[in-house]
């Protein structure tokens, strides 16, 4: 999908980099394209079109989470929609898994610690999964998709499967039903 390179191996566009993770498709961008720090507190752009390449995901819908310290959501994802992720207040440790068959990396997957300041945000495609647990109270996360939401085009994956080799970097204390079955297996 984006494939200019910027220094250091990170993807630029205009005034924004990017970066891929280990897994290809999933980006982290470095820094959100307007920030601005003075007396009265701050100013951030959390997404400006224009930062990002042509043939970028267009999104149609925001969506937030609040969370306690210890909530884990997810993993879940679907075949079509772009996730774009970041943190608004607190901390999460968000997991990404791939989840398409056809993939030479299904089944493995990447983390990134996002908080309100280091403002990372990650780009996530279709056919991933992903899921985040709250580090703080009053974890704010925030995404944008480019599809409407739809749970029953979803897919869930067990946060503790062995197989997917995730370590959380705290025991979770809050789980959904949905999230904590065993049964929502890799290969589901």
């Known amino acids: 999908m984006i494939t200019k390179l910027g220094p250091k191996g990170g993807m630029e566009t205009g005034h924004e980099y990017f970066q891929y993770s280990c897994m290809n498709g ?11 720090h003075d007396a009265r507190g701050e100013y ?4 400006n ?13 925001d969506d937030i989470s609040v969370s306690r310290k210890g ?12 996730k774009l992720v970041t943190c608004l207040a607190g901390a ?9 068959v056809t993939s030479k990396m299904y089944g493995q997957h990447a983390a990134f610690t996002l908080n309100a300041v280091n403002r990372l945000q990650v780009l996530i495609p279709p056919k991933w999964g992903n899921g985040h647990l709250a580090l703080e109270d009053g974890t704010i996360f925030f995404y944008k998709q480019s599809q409407a939401y739809d749970r029953a085009g979803q897919f869930t994956l067990y ?10 970097p705290m025991k979770p204390t809050i789980i959904s039903a949905r999230d904590d079955n065993p049964e929502a297996r890799l290969n589901a």
């Open 26 to 36: 999933v980006i982290r961008v470095l820094r959100p394209p307007t920030f601005f």
């Open 159 to 168: 946060w503790n499967n062995p197989a997917l080799g995730i370590h959380w």
């Open 49 to 61: 079109e224009a930062q990002f390449p042509g043939d970028a995901p267009r999104f149609v819908c």
């Open 92 to 100: 999460f440790y968000l997991v990404v898994v791939c989840h398409d």
């Open 71 to 82: 909530a884990l959501r997810g993993i879940h994802g679907d075949e079509k929609t772009w």
């Open 44 to 47: 951030v752009e959390i997404f």
